[in-house]
């Protein structure tokens, strides 16, 4: 499945928000980002209804705040960072009490088996295969390591999570993470005028 990330369109927001609801893609990724969790600051402006399913990452401190903020658009996932100093178990409660799908997502150089404790209670995983904070950024390699693991223990425990990767994923590093379930892709597809034609090349 392939989720695109609208981050990179900055110019006629409205037109290219449709041409991207209009295309085969799978989901809507919104990245939301605070300016404290990352530098940069992002919100989603609530002015265009999407039809396709909303995945939404947060990569902000106060989570709670933002899960309040978003849950309005109704996603399919709210994704937030295991890196945030807050309690984690409250959020995946709250995300279920709300009944929004749970994902947590990892940093590059953040250890994995911090997420140990959470695979049996989650829907998602979110690699990130670059720094989070910004789009147009080079593939990490160790990436597909994380995400083979991550589908090996899903296996031996019966794990229902689904594994999404983003960042740096386009058509030469596709093949690198075959065994993530999303590739949220950004600037390889918002780059281009023609949506369509770039995610036929991906799939
Ligand atoms: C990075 C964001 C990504 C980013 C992907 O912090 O989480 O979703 O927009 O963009 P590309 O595909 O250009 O790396
Ligand atoms: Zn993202």
């Given at each position: ?57 947060l ?8 899960i309040?903020k978003?849950?309005?658009?109704n ?10 100093e ?26 994995i ?8 209670y ?12 910004r ?5 990490i ?7 083979n ?11 229902k ?28 597809i ?11 090349t991906?799939?």
């Amino acid at each position: 499945m392939i989720a695109v990330s609208i981050l990179g369109i900055k110019e006629d927001k409205l037109n290219n928000y449709k041409k991207i609801d209009n295309t085969s893609c799978d989901y809507i990724h919104l990245d939301v980002m605070d300016g404290i969790f990352v530098e940069n600051k992002v919100d989603f402006d609530f002015n265009y209804n999407f039809n396709k399913k909303l995945d939404i990452h947060l990569m902000v401190k106060n989570v709670e705040e933002y899960i309040n903020k978003y849950k309005v658009l109704n996603p399919e996932f709210i994704t937030f960072h295991i890196e945030v100093e807050e309690d984690i178990d409250k959020l995946i409660k709250i995300l279920k009490d709300n009944n929004i799908k749970v994902g947590i997502s990892i940093k590059p150089n953040t250890d994995i088996n911090l997420l140990n404790k959470y695979l049996p209670y989650i829907d998602l995983i979110l690699v990130m295969s670059v720094e989070p904070g910004r789009g147009g950024q080079k593939f990490i390699e160790e990436s597909t390591n994380r995400i083979n693991y991550l589908k090996e223990i899903r296996e031996k425990n019966n794990y229902k999570y689904l594994i999404e990767v983003d960042g740096g994923i386009n058509y030469d590093t596709i093949s690198k993470v075959s065994n993530a379930d999303i590739k949220v892709v950004g600037s390889y597809i918002t780059n281009n005028d023609n949506y369509e034609e770039q995610i036929k090349t991906l799939k």
